[in-house]
């Protein structure tokens, strides 16, 4: 787990830092969670993946699934500050869902998370995925505090579609612990979201 490096950790030879100071340069120990970790924290309800599979944690990772909803956007343009952006849903078939080439979709991922409000998390995608061209996640951080489901943006960078099903392994999410618990942890618009989530940037003017 995160510690703040003791102040006689950081001394140079010979020099006593002051009574109370701090360190200006802090070093922090263990800020990545590894998979022991990770499993004691789920085993102790303090961090929250549902459903869980043990087989999905990684050395310092958790490996999340696709969920079942696709969105994509059906406008001929956006205004950030409009409410009502038309969208459409769709839902992943057995034959699975083809990404065209430079398309761009929303997605969700099957895992229900809640983050205690003293980890963060940094949502990764899968290098094997990332090879054939999709590129996941590109709004990547997830405050602490944060419970839900997670929205990703997929883009295919590719030259030819890409088809992907429900269920696989789409993403990692990367853990870390805060060097103190948050003081103003996240509750904010996307809080306790389920399914796949468009953007609700319409509320940062006041709404």
């Known amino acids: ?3 703040l490096a003791d102040a006689g950790d950081l001394k140079s030879p010979g020099v006593t830092p002051r009574e ?6 802090p070093m922090y120990r263990n800020m990545i969670l590894s998979d022991g970790t990770i499993k004691e924290l789920l085993l102790r309800g303090e961090l929250v993946i549902e459903p869980y599979e043990e087989s999905h ?3 310092s990772s958790v490996d999340l699934t696709l969920g079942k909803e696709i969105l994509l956007y059906k406008a001929d ?3 950030v500050r409009s409410e ?5 849903k769709v839902t992943i078939s057995q034959e699975g869902f083809l990404i065209e080439p430079k398309a761009f979709v929303l997605a969700t991922t099957n895992e229900y998370i809640k983050l205690p409000d003293n980890i963060t998390a940094f949502v ?6 990332g090879r054939l061209g999709l590129f996941i996640e590109n709004a990547g951080w997830v405050d602490a505090g944060f419970e839900g489901q997670i929205t990703l943006e997929l883009y295919n960078a590719n030259s030819c579609p890409i088809r992907l099903y429900a269920g696989m392994r789409i993403c990692q999410i990367v853990l870390a612990k805060l060097d103190r618990r948050a ?3 996240y509750r904010g618009k996307y809080q306790k979201q389920v399914g796949v989530t468009p953007s ?8």
């Open 20 to 25: 109370g100071s701090i360190p200006s340069t």
């Open 57 to 59: 944690i990684q050395a």
């Open 77 to 79: 343009w956006i205004d």
């Open 183 to 185: 003081e103003n942890p």
């Open 1 to 3: 787990m995160a510690e």
């Open 124 to 129: 990764e995608g899968r290098s094997s995925l």
């Open 200 to 207: 609700r940037i319409f509320l940062d003017f006041g709404r």
């Open 84 to 88: 009502n952006i038309p969208t459409e």
